[in-house]
């Protein structure tokens, strides 16, 4: 199991109730954390609209996760 | 220089530093709040962005207008907050030398601004409904995703 620490924005965070916070998990990658969070909060938008980044940076879904990460899963955009 | 701001864009301030004795054209673009979308109308917008992944990949976008087209100079600006019509939601301005790469990199940045910096719109309706565009799923309406 690891510590990380996960921030919601936009409609995930509206559908968490929640900002951010630290979660004890065993996905291994984003895409696993991200289908352990969406069966538990119900999330509406399925994991391949969602991409992922890691301590600030885009990843691949696949990528590892490590103890401590900061992970922030991007909804759709809509800037401009 | 790519920013998030929280608070109304100045485009007198951004134009004036871009301002340089090398540039013979200036192209500005300016993305207003506007009144309706797909046929509703909108009281408002909210703006959300994820600043230091938006701010980072704004510079990546700029540095790459600035390698592919002949530019002297380059800047962006996206607002976040609670938007009313006629806001400014991007600013985006570039200088050069001649006017043709002057367009082509200020189309170039706002589309990839677009397409790529993490920042999400919440449209507020006139019937008191808001929804986050590009968000819809099965059941919803705005299914279309640009």
């Given at each position: 199991m690891i510590t990380v620490q996960i921030e919601y924005f936009a409609i995930l965070r509206e559908q968490r109730g929640l900002k951010e916070e630290t979660l004890v998990t065993g996905a291994a990658t984003p895409d696993a954390l991200y289908e352990e969070l969406r069966a538990k909060h119900?999330?509406?938008?399925?994991?391949?609209?969602?991409?992922?980044?890691?301590?600030?940076?885009?990843?691949?879904?696949?990528?590892?996760?490590?103890?401590?990460?900061?992970?922030?899963?991007?909804?759709?955009?809509?800037?401009? | 220089m790519f920013k998030i701001s929280p608070t109304a864009i100045e485009p007198a301030v951004l134009h004036a530093a871009l301002a340089d004795g090398r540039a013979g054209a200036c192209v500005t673009f300016e993305g207003w709040v506007r009144n309706r979308n797909e046929g509703q109308p909108v009281q408002s917008l909210e703006y959300e962005a994820y600043v230091p992944l938006a701010e980072a990949e704004g510079e990546r976008i700029l540095a790459e207008a600035r390698d592919k087209f002949a530019l002297v100079g380059c800047?962006?600006?996206?607002?976040?907050?609670?938007?009313?019509?006629?806001?400014?939601?991007?600013?985006?301005?570039?200088t050069a030398e001649h006017r043709g790469a002057a367009f082509e990199a200020c189309r170039y940045i706002i589309d990839e601004a677009k397409a790529r910096l993490p920042i999400w719109k919440?449209?507020?309706?006139?019937?008191?409904?808001?929804?986050w565009i590009n968000c819809a799923t099965r059941g919803e309406h705005s299914q279309k995703v640009r």
């Open positions: 119900g999330f509406t938008l399925p994991g391949d609209r969602v991409r992922a980044a890691v301590s600030g940076r885009f990843v691949a879904g696949s990528v590892e996760l490590r103890d401590g990460d900061r992970v922030v899963f991007i909804p759709p955009v809509a800037g401009g | 800047a962006a600006v996206h607002r976040v907050g609670h938007l009313q019509l006629g806001e400014l939601a991007i600013w985006v301005g570039v919440k449209e507020h309706y006139a019937s008191g409904a808001t929804a």
